[in-house]
């Protein structure tokens, strides 16, 4: 497992994601994160996908996404042991990071948020494509999200997000409140001197997407026009949600997660309050 990425066959790789998780699989929210020794094909998996990344966030990612990018400054040419990251992100925004085995439930990864923890994956995506991953790994989680939380209005607003998921009961508001997630810090695109410019995480951290998000269909942003929005996290997006500028964002996004309920979002897919989360 220490050769080249071309030699990494897909049963090699399957075995190398389990050691990873099983290092999590008891870890607790504010416990020590797991030390992973990496290898040398992850290594060159990061460099890869990140030095292609880079030369993409010149062009294509948000100013606040940048500067906050900046600050935390994760390493291009290793991969980093994630509580380095953690510690780092601590002292510039209070967050932290914890390791997650795999993918976490939507309601415990959000109430991990409303504790300014973001969960995040420790292994690596397969090495035969490295500008590719089907379902989030390190790199999706440290250079799509951590990358953010650097800045304090996004910390704000993963915080009011996971917030928002700890306030409601309800399966159907819990997943709006996802989907609203979605759109936004996983999909975001606000408008900067008029061009597009990508802040979510899913965009930032995909070169692929990063390539055909301007191909996209664009609408503009607002709470009560996703209700009738179906997405699919597997492809690149057809259709995104544009702001005009990152305070609308928060804005829009910030007072519904800070202010919803089960009532409110029930009465948003009833129809019965169509000025909730509305453009101002
Ligand atoms: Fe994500």
Redesign the pocket.
């Known amino acids: 497992m220490q050769g080249h990425r071309d030699q990494v066959t897909d049963t090699a790789y399957e075995k190398r994601r389990e050691e990873i998780a099983a290092l999590s699989a008891d870890v607790t929210l504010h416990g020590p994160i797991p030390v992973v020794e990496y290898i040398d094909w992850e290594h060159e998996v990061w460099r890869l996908a990140c030095a292609a990344l880079d030369a993409r966030h010149r062009v294509d990612a948000a100013a606040e996404y940048l500067e906050s990018a900046e600050a935390l400054a994760i390493p291009l040419d290793h991969v980093p042991q994630l509580r380095d990251v953690s510690d780092r992100l601590t002292s510039i925004s209070g967050f932290r990071l914890q390791s997650a085995a795999t993918l976490v439930p939507l309601k415990e990864f959000c109430g991990s948020l409303a504790n300014s923890v973001f969960r995040s994956t420790q292994y690596i995506r397969h090495p035969r494509a490295p500008l590719y991953s089907e379902d ?1 790994d390190m790199l ?2 440290l250079v ?2 951590g990358n953010v939380l650097a800045n304090d209005r996004f910390v704000r607003l993963y915080r009011l997000a996971g917030e928002a998921a700890n306030r409601v009961e309800s399966d159907e508001a819990l997943q709006f409140i996802g989907k609203v997630f979605w759109f936004t810090l ?1 999909c975001g695109v606000v408008r900067e001197r008029g061009e597009r410019k990508a802040y979510g ?2 965009l930032v951290s995909s070169y692929g997407e990063l390539d055909h998000f301007r191909g996209a269909e664009f609408r503009p942003l607002s709470i009560e026009s996703l209700v009738d929005v179906k997405y699919d996290i597997t492809t690149y997006q057809p259709l995104l949600f544009e702001a005009d500028s990152m305070n609308e964002v928060e804005d829009l996004v910030g007072s519904f997660w800070d202010t919803c309920d089960d009532d409110s979002i029930a009465a948003l897919f009833s129809g019965a309050s169509r000025s909730v989360g509305t453009r101002r």
């Open positions: 989030p999706h989680d799509g999200h996983e995480a899913t």
